[in-house]
């Protein structure tokens, strides 16, 4: 993907794990390579992890909170990256849109419909990139799945599962609140909330379509320490078929496994195993499975699953976050398909509680241009 040359200066909001192990490595190894980034400035409003920001970058400008950040820093900026709890997304991804930065945020992008459709229409009035960081994309054997998709060689997809296995919830830094992801009124949520858009976005492509309805259960094994679930299930309605998710965060071992059934074949995804299972003609009898055979072929696809940073990810998302800058696409795919990961995660939990009772889902941002 093509991109402008032009160094973007930016600024990280919220320097813990995602950003301390991932964002900010990977921001200093594009700086060394294509000098088309530089970090200037980090907020954060615990001290500790102040110190270990300068310690990354010793020439950036430190700052307790977001606001003294805007507020010095905003004439000499691009964009901001939101790396806070979801809880803060929206409030200084609003406050970046009134200074006129663009704004890469990490998922869910809010934890509320109304301030995901807020943050769009701001977007769109202050005609600044809203972009979020929907890495699951990026990864290499999920780019490939995609790819044998597009080509046609499994025909219409009818059916998708989509497993993620975790043997504890992503821990957040000693220094600041480890375990911020199952308390509700930081997260917004547990297991759907935090890993939720991550499965979802990858459906919308694999059916290329959106869900028009969800049924979902879910549980918390822990009341006594949390109030947020720890193990999710969903079934989506797609106008051509069905999509199974499973997330949870109390599995014996961490790893993916992705399932895509088309009406000629099947993808099935370990991890970085593929198989790759095309139905061929024999010519025989048209009884039990009929007169077909399959041709199978295996491959291995680096991706680097057990890095939960997913720091090798990273470039390829900000080459289309540059893009849309370039072009000037302040709401695209990726912020509309935000949108409604938060609309799907959201009627999930009212499904869930509901009885698992199936609930229509819209497939358009009102008020927002189609995708």
Sequence with gaps: ???????????????????GKGHIPAYLDRAQGRGDVEIVAVADICEARRSRAQEALPKARLYSDYKALLDKEAENLDFVDISTPPCDHAAIAHAAFDKGLHVLCEKP???????????????????????????????????????????GQIGKVRSITLSTYRNTHAKGVNEWKTHWRREKKY???????????????LTFDWMNSYPTAVTAKMINLEPEKYDTEDNF????TFPT???????TWTAGVRKVIYTV????????????????????????PDVAQGAVTWEVEKRSITSHWMDASHVS?????????????DQGIYVGKEARESYLCIQLITTAYKSAKEGCRELPLGTEVPGIPGI
């Design 1 to 19: 993907m093509a991109t402008s040359s032009k160094r973007l200066r930016g600024a990280v909001i919220g320097y813990g794990f995602i950003s």
């Design 109 to 151: 992008l809010t934890t509320t419909l109304e301030d995901a459709r807020s943050l769009l229409e701001h977007a769109i009035k202050a005609k600044r990139v809203l972009f979020p960081c929907h890495n699951y994309k990026h990864a290499p054997v999920v780019k490939a799945i995609q790819e044998i998709i597009q080509s």
């Design 187 to 201: 997260s917004g949520g547990g297991i759907a909330m935090d890993h939720g858009s991550h499965t979802f976005y």
């Design 233 to 236: 299930s969903a079934v989506l």
């Design 241 to 247: 078929g069905l999509a199974h998710a499973h997330l």
């Design 261 to 284: 059934q088309g009406e000629r074949g099947a993808i099935t995804v370990d991890d970085d195993d593929m198989q790759l299972a095309l139905m061929k003609a024999t010519g025989g």
């Design 313 to 325: 990810w990273f470039n390829s998302l900000f080459d289309q976050f540059k893009t849309a800058i």
